[in-house]
T-cell receptor
Framework: SAVISQKPSRDICQRGTSLTIQCQVD?????MFWYRQQPGQSLTLIAT?????????ESGFVIDKFPISRPNLTFSTLTVSNMSPEDSSIYLC???????????FGPGTRLTVL | RKEVEQDPGPFNVPEGATVAFNCTYS??????FFWYRQDCRKEPKLLMS???SGNEDGRFTAQLNRASQYISLLIRDSKLSDSATYLC??????????FGKGTRLSVIA
């Protein structure tokens, strides 16, 4: 299994600002993802963070709003840009085995936008 | 139609009860299946994999019916500590896992 840490664990932000969330894994992993979980909803995949190249975004998510960096195999950041109250959610970093047969999640970042 | 659909819940059951959760998936090419557990304000964690032959882990039994594209989870002798949201999860083989919305279980003393 992988041990994943995220920073910050929670934040309260003003609309129009940006927040960068960090994800650190205790081992090198190929597959790394960012999810969003809004209150009472399921996990929604935002993007796959690719090491050394641009992230692969899911339908409905764009790089300008959610820029992602992946400088190496143990670290990634997700920025939530120009925030609005609709961005209030839990953001989770996740890593997977190469066959996708098991995914591990970080503890999440709870974001509230006022 | 969502790719993974689950019972809406919540399920409120007394301690010691048996409770069953159902899940259907729409993509017939899905390759493997799982139940994840998510405690309140925590991240999801793998509970168990689901095999066509059915598999059991203590009080938990998972079943898969590929023909009907149906997955189930049975919890026997419910404990207070079983209270959580149970997520039905599907692996399509070449993409990240697809998560159902989850079914919330509350076990009451």
């Amino acid at each position: 299994s992988a041990v994943i840490s995220q920073k910050p664990s929670r934040d309260i932000c003003q609309r129009g600002t940006s927040l960068t969330i960090q994800c650190q894994v205790d081992s090198q992993v190929t597959m790394m993802f960012w999810y969003r979980q809004q209150p009472g909803q399921s996990l929604t995949l935002i993007a796959t963070a690719n090491q050394g190249s641009e992230a692969t975004y899911e339908s409905g998510f764009v790089i300008d709003k959610f820029p992602i960096s992946r400088p190496n195999l143990t670290f990634s950041t997700l920025t939530v840009s120009n925030m609005s109250p609709e961005d209030s959610s839990i953001y989770l970093c996740s890593v997977s085995t190469v066959d996708y047969n098991e995914q591990f999640f970080g503890p999440g970042t709870r974001l509230t936008v006022l | 139609r969502k790719e993974v659909e689950q019972d809406p819940g919540p399920f409120n059951v007394p301690e010691g009860a048996t409770v069953a959760f159902n899940c259907t998936y729409s993509n017939s090419a899905s390759q493997s299946f799982f139940w994840y557990r998510q405690d309140c304000r925590k991240e999801p964690k793998l509970l168990m994999s689901v095999y066509s032959s059915g598999n059991e882990d203590g009080r938990f039994t998972a079943q898969l019916n590929r023909a009907s594209q149906y997955i189930s989870l049975l919890i026997r002798d419910s404990k207070l500590s079983d209270s959580a949201t149970y997520l039905c999860v599907v692996n399509r083989g070449n993409t990240p896992l697809v998560f159902g919305k989850g079914t919330r279980l509350s076990v009451i003393a």
